[in-house]
């Protein structure tokens, strides 16, 4: 998956399309990302009433936004001099 653990990104659609955030848990073997104040669902738990859970969202509906040039861009990927793979906004190249 090419969103990361404390990425900030866009919502591209549902509920809170527009809104930006960051992402507070990734879950890979599902593909699920939980977005901190997105996808807020009330829950009725016996005892403590109705209460507001947060439920994950498909990383297909988010776009990350470039920390240098703070853009909503696509991820690119390229191989650094050390032979690892480094991430890189596809708009200004610079390294997410």
């Given at each position: 998956?090419?969103i990361?653990?404390?990425?900030?990104?866009?919502i591209?659609?549902?509920?809170?399309?527009?809104?930006t955030?960051?992402?507070?848990?990734?879950?890979?073997?599902?593909?699920?990302?939980?977005?901190d104040?997105?996808?807020?669902?009330?829950?009725?738990?016996?005892g403590?009433?109705?209460?507001?859970?947060?439920?994950?969202?498909?990383?297909?509906?988010?776009?990350?936004?470039?920390?240098?040039?703070?853009?909503?861009?696509?991820?690119?990927?390229?191989?650094?001099?050390?032979?690892?793979?480094?991430?890189?906004?596809?708009k200004?190249?610079?390294?997410?």
């Amino acid at each position: 998956m090419k969103i990361r653990l404390n990425d900030t990104v866009k919502i591209l659609s549902g509920n809170s399309k527009g809104k930006t955030a960051k992402v507070t848990k990734v879950l890979s073997s599902k593909e699920k990302l939980y977005v901190d104040g997105i996808n807020i669902k009330k829950k009725f738990v016996k005892g403590q009433g109705i209460v507001d859970i947060q439920k994950p969202i498909n990383p297909s509906i988010v776009s990350l936004v470039c920390p240098k040039c703070g853009k909503q861009t696509r991820i690119g990927f390229v191989i650094n001099d050390k032979g690892f793979k480094d991430r890189i906004c596809v708009k200004c190249k610079s390294v997410v």
